[in-house]
């Protein structure tokens, strides 16, 4: 199977949810699964193009009022202590976290690298949007949010990240898509 990671801030601005939900449909169309959060704005947008092909880590049971799991969907509940150590590698001030905001960081790593944490398979590109365009620990700053967990476990593991705050990459991703629909009429 092939794999991405779709994630970002709650408050992505509304043109790019509609961006992320038309790449989710392409990468659908091309047969690839999404890896996502469950959270509201970027990971809802594509989730909902996804189509089915997703698989959705959450937290903890009932997160975000999640309470089904369908055919196609995949909700795991709970995170464990192995994800758990590798955000506390990845995050730059873990001991100031909740329990609660360690379990959000945590199930970031299964969206990068999947469920076999010990055996993983990490997903081909992350895409996001954050308001600092963040793209690797190094332009990670608060504005990142926790999107910087995941994006610092991609760049350990060899996954390129892509941040449509970022001209150059939004027009990278409104290309693919426009070619994608070209493609098909």
Known sequence: MKYYTGIGSRKTPPKILRVMEAFSEVMHDKGYWLRSGGADGADQAFEHGAKGKK???VPWEDFNNRRDTIMGRFDLWGVSG???MIAMRHHPAWSSLTDG???LHA???YQVIGMEINNPHPSE???CWTP???VSRETRSRETGGTGTAIAVA???GVPVLN???LDHLKKVVGMIKKHRDSKS
């Open 82 to 84: 192995e994800a758990m």
């Open 55 to 57: 698989f959705i880590y």
């Open 107 to 109: 199930r970031n790593v």
């Open 164 to 166: 449509l705050q970022r």
């Open 132 to 134: 600092d365009g963040c």
């Open 101 to 103: 905001a360690r379990k």
């Open 155 to 157: 760049q350990t593991y």
């Open 125 to 127: 590109f992350l895409i």
